[in-house]
């Protein structure tokens, strides 16, 4: 701590004999020791009480480390991230099975005619587009076009001409 040498201690002891004199110097040393010591205890119970602080701080901390690291839940965590792939698989299923259920057939009942069901949609062989019929929901450059009925009489006959000498 103080850097004092033999020298020093010399130049001090003569000083003190001289100041204090003999008679009175025991004493006073006496004194010295008792102060210093006092002094040193009271340093090391500070040092003492200030890492006994200190060790109740890390304590704390660590306690609170460990309370953390015990909620700490990996379950948890992998269903809160996994929630975003199970919400659109819940809506991909909830899509599926409206579009597999059929609405249930309409049957007619006996004194009520029959309506007549809607024509097929065709796609249209126009490569610009302009058909007839509402464009798809998708929003494609195909067109869909109605289809004509069909009527019930049987298309007529064409006769083919054939070879010189073969009978018909």
Same mark, same amino acid.
């Given at each position: 701590?103080?850097?004092?040498?033999?020298?020093?201690?010399?130049?001090? *002891?003569?000083?003190?004999?001289?100041?204090?004199?003999?008679?009175?110097?025991?004493?006073?040393?006496? $004194?010295?020791?008792?102060?210093?010591?006092?002094?040193?205890?009271? *340093?090391?119970?500070? /040092?003492? %009480?200030? #890492?006994?602080?200190?060790?109740? *701080?890390?304590?704390?901390?660590? /306690?609170? $480390?460990? #309370?953390? !690291?015990? @909620?700490?839940?990996?379950?948890? *965590?992998? %269903?809160? =991230?996994?929630?975003?792939?199970?919400?659109?698989?819940?809506?991909? /299923?909830?899509?599926?099975?409206?579009?597999?259920?059929?609405?249930?057939?309409? !049957?007619? %009942?006996?004194?009520?005619?029959?309506?007549?069901?809607?024509?097929?949609? $065709?796609?249209?062989? =126009?490569? =610009?587009? @302009?058909? %007839?019929?509402?464009?798809?929901?998708?929003?494609?450059?195909? @067109?869909? !076009?109605?289809?004509?009925?069909?009527?019930?009489?049987?298309?007529?006959?064409?006769?083919?001409? @054939? /070879?010189?000498?073969?009978?018909?």
């Amino acid at each position: 701590m103080f850097d004092i040498g033999g020298l020093e201690l010399l130049v001090i *002891a003569i000083v003190l004999i001289v100041v204090v004199g003999p008679k009175d110097l025991p004493k006073m040393l006496r $004194t010295f020791g008792r102060v210093s010591s006092q002094m040193r205890r009271m *340093a090391g119970d500070f /040092r003492r %009480q200030f #890492d006994e602080a200190l060790q109740e *701080a890390e304590l704390d901390e660590l /306690r609170k $480390t460990a #309370d953390e !690291v015990r @909620s700490l839940d990996p379950r948890n *965590a992998i %269903q809160k =991230n996994l929630n975003p792939i199970r919400a659109v698989g819940d809506e991909i /299923r909830s899509s599926l099975k409206a579009a597999t259920v059929a609405a249930p057939p309409r !049957v007619p %009942q006996a004194g009520e005619p029959a309506a007549p069901a809607e024509p097929p949609m $065709t796609m249209s062989s =126009n490569p =610009n587009g @302009s058909g %007839q019929g509402s464009p798809p929901a998708d929003g494609m450059a195909s @067109s869909v !076009v109605e289809a004509e009925p069909v009527s019930p009489t049987p298309p007529k006959s064409v006769e083919t001409p @054939s /070879r010189t000498g073969e009978p018909t």
